[in-house]
């Protein structure tokens, strides 16, 4: 495609009011995102501390 032909190019958008449901839709799936993002972060320091809290209540060396 040439600059020309898209430039000529005619796009059609939804209304407003939809396409600020898509945004709020988008912006709840980032959300979710980021928390499972931040979850993922801590489970090793999780992981470790279970650990160490079974080694010390069955009195384990870990």
Do not use: G, R, W
Not at 10 to 29: S, V
């Amino acid at each position: 495609m040439t600059f020309d032909s898209y430039y000529n190019l005619k796009i059609t958008l939804p209304e407003i009011k939809i396409q600020k449901k898509i945004a709020n839709i988008l912006q709840a799936i980032d959300n979710k995102i980021d928390l499972n993002n931040q979850i993922n972060d801590n489970l090793p320091v999780c992981l470790h501390f279970d650990y160490l809290s079974a080694a010390i209540f069955l009195d384990v060396n870990p």
